[in-house]
């Protein structure tokens, strides 16, 4: 999966001319067909149907594989926009309780305990990702200090928010018009909530600049 800017046009341009690059080895992606169509849940009664584009890595020396461009907006296999989520992360990392966050987010609890949940299991391997992904972005630049948190959700979610603060400095003006939420999902290769947690390598980001 590779996390596409929302702009549909913009995105079957970018994957024509060659510029979307392969997630797992960062040869050109090439045109291959359309990922099965998904819903969005665009409010908490109002669902949209998009169908994303899937990309095929085509280089000479590329892997093969197919992938989908998801909208940044959106995580892998999650209806709700990342926004959202990514605000129900922040409040618990606040200490706040999911029945709060529920009421909070508009969503049903089942769904909201589910990304609570998943991300407290992931949480020492996300923040482990992220502060790899911190690094290779920062080069030879300071780092944030991060002090410790109350518990792990809100060590990986600071280290996050550190992460992508990062990301945002590199890539400057690329990244000015896409909020906090977007980057986080960009950032993840819209796998933040994935079953398996990510390899300690931190392999899974996809640093790409394609936001
Ligand atoms: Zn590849």
Do not use: Y
């Not at 992606?29 to 994303?52: C, K, N």
């Not at 990309?55 to 197919?66: K, L, P, Q, V, Y």
């Not at 407290?120 to 920062?138: D, K, S, Y």
């Not at 280290?159 to 018009?177: E, L």
């Amino acid at each position: 999966m590779l996390s596409v800017g929302p702009d549909p046009a913009l995105v079957e341009r970018k994957l024509v001319s060659g510029e979307l690059s392969c997630p797992d080895c960062g040869e050109g992606l090439a045109p291959w067909g359309h990922a099965a169509p998904r819903f969005v849940r665009v409010t908490a009664v109002l669902l949209r149907r998009i169908r994303p584009r899937r990309g095929i890595c085509s280089g000479a020396a590329g892997c093969g594989h197919s992938h989908v461009l998801l909208p940044r907006f959106l995580l892998g296999r999650r209806v709700d926009a990342v926004a959202v989520i990514w605000a129900a992360l922040l409040a618990r990392a606040t200490g706040l309780g999911w029945r709060k966050i529920t009421e909070m987010a508009g969503r049903p609890a089942s769904t909201v305990r589910g990304w609570l949940t998943r991300f407290a299991t992931h949480a020492e391997p996300i923040r482990v990702a992220f502060a790899g992904l911190e690094r290779r972005v920062a080069g030879g630049d300071d780092l944030d200090r991060l002090a410790p948190a109350e518990g792990r959700t809100a060590d990986a979610v600071a280290q996050i928010g550190a992460a992508c603060a990062a990301v945002r400095r590199a890539w400057g003006s690329a990244v000015f018009t896409v909020s906090v939420a977007e980057v986080v999902a960009a950032c993840s290769g819209g796998w933040l909530l994935r079953a398996r947690p990510p390899a300690a390598g931190g392999l899974w980001i996809n640093t790409s600049p394609h936001l």
